[in-house]
């Protein structure tokens, strides 16, 4: 090969060099990005919570919410662990935003906490917030009752996805967040060992266990029990009652504009508990508003959920990571479309608003950030 010469010498070498130094140039961009984003997700984002407002109008309740509405602050997924400098942090916000706040009912749609550790911040949370003028209610999520581990999250969503196509793509999903680990040897009792395949093949395979893995809620393994009847007797001393499938008719001076006249539902955990959308509702007068709170928005799959005429959740923590046009990069559900991971949505009559939440389970965020909400339900 022929090269071109400038005074006697070769330019090869000067353009390997140039092209090089615009090779690693641009990887160190890529490189600088990646960690601006990584550290954006890990120290900023998570941090920046947000108090957002929402207003529900409920059609023949006239004479049963205040005529100024009834104001909701809706929490939850606080997933509190007793990592200080982070849970303080979101504390100190959720202070700040809430300072002098005025409204009627507290709600929180559990996860209270990730273990045991976050109870402490937990209460301190509680104190930090103004006490709200008729009572504060809340259900049990799945990380009160247990703690799990994600070492082996790909390996027991692996041998899911492959006994799901052993059943023509139509097995039967559950709820539950865990199972049972397949075999000792990582594989389903009936499953044959893996045949080679080629690489078009593995990327086509790899593929389609993305596609699958972001779109059922994950499998992870239990590695500790929480206590969850301390909490529930430590929230009781704080003023915060759990509404165990159960349903209270909330009064206050009914027929007074200022009035309240409705019924606060609760349901157990999804997955960890034992949700009965018909015990909690046994008591309910159909004539009067319903509020029903549940810490999995996958309750929608009851039909008589859709009873209520407001359905409130968290559990899905908007995704934790949301990136433009594709969504949630995971619903946390089996219900719920890629866009609606959070936010308000509809089921027949009934208004459903899923909170991105305060904490997370794995600690990062991007395009999701951590809020709390304060709704106003008004007649009308």
Sequence with gaps: MAYGVLNGE?????????VAGQFLNGLGMLLGFGMGVAGYSILREPLDVRLDHLKIRLRNTG????????????????????IEWRERAKIDRIRRLTAGLEYDLLVHTGDFWHNDSGLNNLLTLLDSIPRPRLGSYGVLGNHDYVCYSHSDMWT????????HNEQGGNGHQTNGLVSKPASPNGLAPHQNPPKKLSMFQNMVEFYRFAKYFMNVPFVLKRVHFNDVERLRRTLSDHGVQILHNQALHLQHKPGHPDGVDLYLAGVDDVSEGQPDVHQAFASVQTTKPLILLSHHPDILQEARAWQADVVLSGHTHGGQISLPWLGAIHTHSAHLRRHEAAGYLRRGKTH??????VGEGIPLRFGARPQITLLTIKAG
């Design 10 to 18: 070769s330019t090869a070498p000067q353009t390997n060099l140039k």
């Design 352 to 357: 459903v608003y899923i909170t991105r939440g």
């Design 63 to 82: 004479g049963q919410l205040p005529g100024r509405g009834l104001r909701i602050l809706h929490l939850s997924d606080t997933h509190f662990q007793g």
């Design 156 to 163: 027991r969503n692996w041998a899911r996805y492959q006994a």
